[in-house]
């Protein structure tokens, strides 16, 4: 019977090793995205149905609402959307009057996009629902196992990037 390989092993060491056996329930980038869809679930079910907002449209009210605008190119790479994402949100929200927008006058062929007065008002009503819900989220963790994870998903955000 021979070895399993380990993926740190030198190459000329794993020969006559089996071949590595992935199990998706042990990849971390499968745990890390099903976690990640299950949380977005909970979010995008309450978002939803009390404000009539899919996720992508919500994280793009959050983050115009940190800022004084942004062009829909700025918010893609803030949010890690894609383009077409980004593009529909700020469609649907411009078109409930949440949004406005108003060419960059840095770049005429983009337009600035901001939170309109009923945006700034739909923001101030979600944002301490958001709060509450990461709150609950996070009620079985204690504060250093919270650090930790922060700064655990911040190294790792900094190895995916290197890796592009």
Known sequence: MSASVDARMPPEAREGCAPPQLRLDAFLPYQLSIASNAVSGAIARSYESLFGLKVPEWRLIAVLAETDGLTQQQIVQRTEMDKMTVSRA???????????????????????????????????????????????????????????????????????????
């Open 90 to 164: 700020a469609q649907a929200l411009a078109g409930r009057g949440l949004v406005a927008r108003a060419r960059d006058g840095r770049d005429r062929r983009s337009q600035m996009l901001t939170l309109s007065p009923a945006g700034q008002t739909l923001y101030g009503e979600i944002a301490p629902r958001a709060l509450a819900l990461e709150a609950q989220l996070m009620a079985g963790f204690a504060e250093p196992e919270i650090a930790a994870l922060r700064a655990a998903l911040a190294r790792l955000k900094q190895a995916a990037e290197a890796l592009r």
